[in-house]
Structure formats: structure tokens, C-alpha cells
């Protein structure tokens, strides 16, 4: 199937291929016929079809589905996208884990499975064959790799990987329920019996299959991955759920928002905010289902350029919202430059995603001349007007940015008529004053990433249609006399935007270097690697944590049922041939952005990692820290003065029954100076006093406690994210 709206000869096609399997044998689902058509459905809009030369469509639906039919349609149909076409990848049906005796497998798999999608000959666990019925992760992995990389390792088609099923996230986590309700996507949370490496559809390629067998290579020397975007139903520890729409047909809750969401938008939507707005309506939806434990849709962008993520739904194309910065010459180095950088999303590689900049004096657009950005830095980029009438030194003027620099939150006030009148006329008149860079206010929940409530004289922050868990301490806005209070909007005003400027921070990913040849197989991170540790207290061994798959920067830690804190320890390792200046910013869950200038989780806000002196590591920073007591002497000196902080999930997140607490490092590296990080420091604001008396074991506790072809970087920035699960936990009561 092929639609075309005759656009210019330069459009891109799309290549589509829709699965979706409702009639397994044993465990049918009602819903996945039903998603293929909405996602058809959509591709037919006039919208998406003027995005594309052609949309060529195909789709494999029930009895189609089997392994042969989907690994032939990736082969002949998703194979004929050319460079800078489009290829999506759409499945709906039942998710599974596999377990694996292949410890090539098993190193990027926290489990020790591998997650796959179940075709549609899949009877049962004990069925024979059942690597013919199963396509596993690293199949997909096999198959989207020609689609998107050249034979010369360069980018092809963009491909977007799209599934609606349970284990569509990352990779999941031993979970012990196994009577699972008939309305998720999953068929049990026992992995399915493995296999032999040459069961694999790999099987075909003998140079891969000899050396899997071989091994002692890594899985990225073996099976390199292909850049591509995916888009999960849910995280790796929940379900996937179907929900009634129309009447009685049944559709996923997941592709039911995602479609919802972009026929609103009409495509024109990036990746980063059709997270924020699919998983705000799924979060309304689903509240009304009793039977509901929770959802929540992923989004993996596994490019070279990390910012991707703010690229535009499909067509990949930049986002055209402009964001705005000041722009003056430096006497000193003699240059323009703009106050925004890399931290503000300005791409690093100016020659594959080169920014525009108009610059005119304030409140005089009409006088605007165009430049360019020259190079990016992490706090600045330099600019150049060669090709057009450069503006006056010694005056500051705006530069406008043509491509997302700046993404701002969107804000819902909802609550009592007048307190929410007034703040909202107040807030506005603010936003006004100040360009609104950081964040601005919408008229509906849905769209919104945050929602400000005025209630009983008491301001409360939470996400959308969660009222009951407020994320940040509660303002009151009422004065002695019970009367409205303007002061109290400023505070407010405040807190959003501490809350916009650490959703901002969150997002901005810079690498500066791919991973150089010498180092795969020993990291997966370049110029500096995060580690993580854990202790054992029973023993005082030591077991380095993994980080996810395919997601080097971030981590996963489980305390024990019986404890409710763990002992944890961080390396940072210099990979680069050069001296680097380093820093790890500690974002805490109650918008917290920490660089304090005493002693801390790290000796200091900036230090220095030395250079590389072979290609085994170079210098090795580490984490302060303590030893427990009821460590031996001799389990202490084993150690050798390997120190420890002991993090334990915060009392707000127990209260209030969440899966688990998030904390984010910010990790920088650079050759220049990194002082500015210090302006970035903020406090925490606070949880909700009313359920919160503070814990110990906390990341901002911390300070409490006691040559080989490598590349030369200028600076790299990169996120890391260690999620702690809550131990008591109840998923009945989410």
C-alpha cells in the first residue's frame, strides 16, 4: 500500500510495517487489531502524508504474524528505505523474557534474560521449537542495524521502533506475581526456556554466528546496534494495558494516547513532548480503571546526536520553535557570542545540525541580521556573520534561535475560581516581563507537565491528574486576615521556575566523542565512565552494579526486602589521553541541582581526572564516603580504602507507595574551566511537609560521611540516572 500527496522531489519516503496479534492460542488479547488500524489510520491523515514522497505500508495481522513472515517483511519491505527515508516499526500483542545461557547476552541484561515479542504461533512455554514463536531483542537488534547504518557505519534511514506489549522497556526486573490480570500484555513473568546460539536468526551470517560462539568479544564489536528511536509502552517492571474505547472495543492504553496526542498536534510534535503528553493522558485514563497498577510509556533515543530527542515525531526534522539568548562580542577572545550553549541544547556538531541565529537589538526585530552558530561550548557558542552586516560591539543584542534551545515546561493553575483567577494574571504578567523562557501556561491538564492547585488558601504542585501526591512542600498564598496574598504568587512563581530550570538540566546530553575502537568491550562510556558499586555487608565483597542495556547512564538498585538501605560507591574513570576538569551535579528528586563548594558526594565541585596513560583507564576519581561498623577488620582491609555511602529510598516515596526513587547526576568534562557549574547550584525545595520527616541515607547526605588511538575532547556532558526501588512497595494500592 503506497500513498503519495506529490510533494517536492526531495521528501523522504516512509516504510511502515504494523504488527498486531490478537488470536494467540492461549492467551488472546482483544485490543491489537483494533491498534494497527488506529496506527494506519493515522498514517492516512493529509498531515502525514504532505510530510513524505510516498508512504508505503504493510501489515501482518494475527495467523500473519508469524516469526518467518515478520523477519521477511523487515528483509523486503523496510529493507527498500534509502538515505533519509523514514522506517517505522509498529507491534501490538504479547511481550515476553527468555532466559539465556549466552553470557555475551547476559552482560547487558540486569535479569539475565533477554526480553522479545511473542508471533503469532506462540502456544506455550513448553511448546517444541519455541525459538521459532519467540523474536528476542537481539534478532531486532539484527534486523534494524542494515536499516539504519551504511556498510560504512554512517546514518541511513531514521527508524522509529514502536511496541505496545509488556517488556517493550529496556529490560525487566525478577518480579514474583505470575497470575498476571487477562487484560495486560504479557503472557507470565517467568522467562521462557532459552535456546542455542544457532536458533537465533543470526544463524544466516556464519562470520557472527562463529563468533558468538567464539566469544570473547562484546556484544557491540559482534552485534553493533543501529541508531534508532523507540518508543515503549511501559517501563520494564510494569504491565501494559488494554482499555475500552468506543463503546466496547478494546485498544492499548498506550497506543491510544500516542494517537490521541499526535492527531492533536498533526504530527508537529518532538519525541521529548510526546512523552510528557502521552503519558499525561494515560495517566487520566487509566485512573479510572480499578484494576490499574500503573503505566508508564518510555522513550529511548539511542543516536549519535542525543538531542534527537527534541527532533520532530518521524520526520526527524528539527523543531521550529525559536528560543532566545543575548549576544555580545568578547573583546578578549574577539568573538560573538551567544549566552547559550550546550547546556541549553544547542547541538555540539554544528557541521550535521547547524543553527541559525537571528540577532537584532531589543524590541527592534525588524533590524534583525542572521548568523550562525560558529562552535558550541557547554555554557556559550560563538558565532559567525561572515555572510551578512555584522551588528555594533559594545551593544548587547537577542539572538533568536531557529531549532529547540530552550524547552519549557508547561504549566495547568487549576483550584479555587478567584486564588486561581488571580495567580494565573499574576504569573502571566511575570512570564511576560521575563521572555517566559522557562516555562509557560496552557488550558488543559492534559497538556501540561505540571499542575499548579489553589486550595484551601494552600499552593500545591504535583504531575497532572495525581493530585493526591504533591511532588514539592505546599505555599500558603492567604495572609493574618484569610485575604489573597500577591507575595505568595512571587514564591510560587519561584518554585516553577527552579522546577523548569531542573526539568531542563535533566534533559541536556552532550557527548563530545563515539567510542573510540580501542576502548569496546571495556566501556561503554567515553571520555569518562561512571561506576557504580554496591557492597555486600554480609561478606564485604564488592559487585559492580550494570547499567541498564543499551542505556550505559543508567542503573538500577534493589535493596534487600529485609533492608531498607544499601552501601554504594561511584568511580569516575579518565578514557581521554588528556587532563580533564570534571564535575557530578547531584539532582535530587525535590528539584534539587547540588554543586555546593564544600566537601561533598565528591571532593570538591570541580576537581581534575589526569589523562589516559594506556588503554586500561586512566586517572580514577572516587566518592567519599564510609565504612559500615558492622564491617570486620579484615573485610575492611580488603576493602583498601574503598569508601561507601548508605542511600535508602527517601520516607516520602514510602508514604506515599511509589516504585521507586530517581536520582540524577549531572556528569561534565572538560578541557576548559567548568567554574560556571557553580551558578547552577539550587537547593531542594522540599517534599510535602505533612508526610515528611527526614530520612537518612540520602545522595545529598553524602558529604555527612566520611597510548592508544584515543580522541582529545573539548568538554562532555552527559546524564546519569540511578533508580532505587521502594522495598514495600504495593502495587495493589498504586
Not at 526486573?173 to 536468526?201: M, Y
Not at 537584532?360 to 558550541?376: D, H, I
Not at 597510548?707 to 540511578?722: A, G, K, Q, S
Amino acid at each position: 500500500m503506497a500513498r503519495s500527496s506529490k510533494p517536492k522531489h526531495s521528501s523522504p519516503d516512509l516504510y511502515a510495517l504494523l504488527i498486531g496479534i490478537n488470536s494467540y492460542k492461549n492467551n488472546k488479547l482483544g485490543g491489537c487489531e483494533n491498534d494497527v488500524r488506529r496506527v494506519r489510520a493515522y498514517l492516512d491523515h493529509s498531515f502525514v502524508i504532505g510530510q513524505f514522497g510516498k508512504i508505503r505500508t504493510r501489515e501482518l495481522l494475527n495467523e500473519q504474524a508469524t516469526k518467518d513472515n515478520i523477519v521477511q517483511a523487515f528483509k523486503d519491505h523496510l529493507g527498500k528505505a534509502k538515505k533519509n527515508d523514514t522506517v517505522l516499526l509498529y507491534f501490538s500483542g504479547h511481550g515476553a523474557r527468555e532466559r539465556t545461557g549466552l553470557s555475551i547476552f547476559q552482560e547487558e541484561e540486569v535479569d539475565g534474560n533477554i526480553g522479545g515479542i511473542l508471533c503469532a504461533t506462540f502456544e506455550g512455554k513448553e511448546q517444541a521449537n519455541l525459538y521459532r514463536h519467540v523474536l528476542s531483542n537481539k534478532e531486532l537488534r539484527y534486523l534494524i542495524r542494515p536499516l539504519a547504518m551504511d556498510e560504512a557505519n554512517e546514518t541511513k534511514a531514521h527508524v522509529v521502533a514502536i511496541f505496545d506489549c509488556c517488556n517493550s522497556g529496556s529490560n525487566t526486573r525478577s518480579v514474583t506475581e505470575h497470575e498476571l490480570p487477562g487484560n495486560s500484555r504479557q503472557v507470565s513473568r517467568q522467562a521462557l526456556p532459552g535456546r542455542a546460539v544457532d536458533q537465533f536468526i543470526f544463524k544466516e551470517n556464519p562470520e557472527i554466528l562463529a563468533r558468538l560462539k567464539k566469544q570473547g568479544q562484546s556484544l557491540d564489536e559482534i552485534l553493533p546496534q543501529g541508531d534508532h528511536v523507540m518508543l515503549a509502552a511501559c517501563r520494564e517492571v510494569e504491565l501494559a494495558w488494554e482499555r475500552k474505547i468506543d463503546g466496547d472495543k478494546l485498544s492499548g492504553a498506550f497506543t491510544t494516547a500516542l494517537i490521541d496526542v499526535l492527531q492533536q498536534h498533526k504530527g508537529h510534535i518532538s519525541y521529548h513532548e510526546l512523552y510528557s503528553r502521552v503519558l499525561n493522558r494515560m495517566k487520566f485514563s487509566l485512573s479510572t480503571t480499578k484494576d490499574n497498577k500503573g503505566q508508564t510509556p518510555q522513550v529511548y533515543v539511542r543516536t549519535r546526536n542525543l538531542n534527537d530527542r527534541y527532533n520532530i515525531f518521524l520526520t526527524n526534522q528539527p523543531n521550529e520553535q525559536p528560543s532566545y539568548g543575548s549576544v555580545e562580542y568578547s573583546d578578549e577572545d574577539r568573538e560573538w557570542r551567544i549566552d547559550l550553549g550546550a547546556f541549553h541544547g544547542i547541538p555540539a556538531d554544528q557541521k550535521k545540525a547547524p543553527t541559525k541565529v537571528k540577532v537584532y537589538p531589543l524590541k527592534k526585530k525588524r533590524e534583525a541580521v542572521e548568523a550562525k552558530v560558529k562552535k558550541a561550548y557547554p555554557f556559550y557558542a560563538t558565532l559567525d556573520f561572515s555572510s551578512s552586516s555584522k551588528p555594533e560591539k559594545g551593544t548587547t543584542y537577542r539572538g533568536e534561535l531557529e531549532g529547540l534551545g530552550i524547552s519549557p515546561i508547561n504549566v495547568f493553575v487549576k483550584g479555587e475560581r478567584t486564588a486561581k483567577e488571580e495567580t494565573k494574571k499574576i504569573l502571566k504578567t511575570k512570564l511576560d516581563e521575563s521572555g517566559g523562557q522557562l516555562f509557560k501556561l496552557v488550558t488543559k491538564e492534559l497538556d501540561a507537565d505540571f499542575v499548579l492547585r489553589t486550595k484551601k488558601g494552600v499552593f500545591s504542585i504535583s504531575r497532572p491528574f495525581d493530585e493526591t501526591r504533591p511532588v514539592v512542600k505546599e505555599l500558603h498564598y492567604t495572609d493574618g486576615q484569610g485575604e489573597f496574598s500577591a507575595r505568595a504568587t512571587d514564591a510560587v512563581y519561584t518554585y516553577l521556575q527552579q522546577i523548569s530550570r531542573w526539568s531542563f538540566l535533566k534533559g541536556l546530553e552532550h557527548t563530545s566523542n563515539e567510542l573510540p575502537a580501542s576502548l569496546v568491550g571495556k566501556t561503554t562510556m567515553y571520555p569518562v565512565e561512571f561506576r557504580l558499586f554496591r557492597l555486600n555487608e554480609k561478606d564485604g565483597t564488592e559487585q559492580r552494579v550494570p547499567s541498564l542495556p543499551n542505556e550505559s547512564g543508567k542503573f538500577i538498585v534493589e535493596p534487600e526486602a529485609t533492608s531498607q538501605s544499601v552501601q554504594l560507591r561511584i568511580e569516575l574513570v579518565n578514557h581521554a589521553p588528556q587532563i580533564l576538569n570534571a564535575s557530578l551535579a547531584i539532582m535530587t528528586g525535590d528539584f534539587g541541582f547540588l554543586v555546593p563548594r564544600k566537601k561533598f558526594l565528591m571532593k570538591a565541585p570541580v576537581f581534575q581526572l589526569y589523562e589516559a596513560e594506556d588503554e586500561s583507564g586512566g586517572h580514577i576519581v572516587q566518592s567519599l564516603g564510609g565504612l559500615p561498623k558492622s564491617l570486620s577488620p579484615e573485610a575492611k582491609a580488603n576493602l583498601e580504602g574503598k569508601k561507601y555511602v548508605s542511600i535508602s529510598v527517601d520516607k516520602y516515596y514510602r508514604d506515599f507507595n511509589i516504585q521507586g526513587e530517581q536520582t540524577f547526576f549531572k556528569l561534565i568534562a572538560s578541557t576548559k574551566p567548568l567554574d560556571a557549574i557553580e551558578t547552577f547550584h539550587m537547593e531542594g525545595l522540599g517534599y510535602p511537609e505533612k508526610e515528611r520527616t527526614k530520612s537518612k541515607g540520602d545522595w545529598g547526605d553524602a558529604y555527612k560521611l566520611e597510548e592508544p588511538d584515543l580522541p582529545e575532547v573539548e568538554w562532555d556532558v552527559r546524564t546519569i540516572e540511578v533508580y532505587m526501588t521502594n522495598p514495600g512497595y504495593d502495587p495493589n494500592q498504586a
